[in-house]
């Protein structure tokens, strides 16, 4: 298994691109170890969080450009899998990124908005463009079907079970 040190001595002041870069490189590393990625109670707390912040009204809430970078190396090293499935090409943007990883958190579609700040409309064009890219299919109607089928390790989702 890769050793945090990785991490450790990442530049976390990267731009999104090189972040995303850092973080699947790591995931790729993580996906060619042979242990299983262990319960992340750093991670499950960032979900609860993230889910408290999408209940307060946009734009007071927010999640900051610093939490979204560790919410998605924290993910990438729970989910080695799923990320690299869903960065598999490198073909997502930063926005799709995190609604990808939102909806496969089973994040409700006005939880994404408003972590994101981002109308309905917006969403679905984004869900569009993630579908379009991830599976070859061009509506955002299927997207979330599809997403189901993205193996998550089911011991780091912890927050999902508190919050049902």
Not at 83 to 87: E, L, P, R, V
Not at 92 to 101: D, G, H, N, Y
């Given at each position: 298994m890769p050793s945090d040190s990785f991490l450790q001595n990442v530049n976390w002041t990267l731009d999104e691109a090189e972040l995303n870069d850092k973080i699947r490189e790591y995931a790729q590393r993580l996906l060619h170890s042979d242990e299983m990625v262990g319960e992340s109670p750093q991670f499950t707390l960032m979900i609860e969080e993230f889910h408290e912040k999408a209940e307060r009204k946009r734009n007071t809430s927010m999640p900051t450009k610093l939490e979204w970078e560790q919410f998605l190396r924290l993910f990438a090293q729970t989910q080695p899998k799923a990320?690299?499935?869903?960065?598999r090409e490198q073909t997502?943007?930063?926005?799709?990124?995190?609604?990808?990883?939102l909806l496969l958190l089973k994040f409700a579609n006005s939880e994404v908005m408003a972590l994101l700040n981002v109308s309905s409309q917006s969403l679905t064009n984004v869900k569009s463009r993630i579908n379009e890219k991830l599976f070859g299919i061009s509506n955002a109607s299927t997207l979330e079907n599809k997403i189901k089928e993205i193996p998550i390790v089911p011991e780091t989702m912890n927050a999902q079970k508190l919050l049902s």
């Open positions: 990320y690299a499935a869903i960065g997502l943007s930063p926005q799709e990124l995190r609604v990808c990883i």
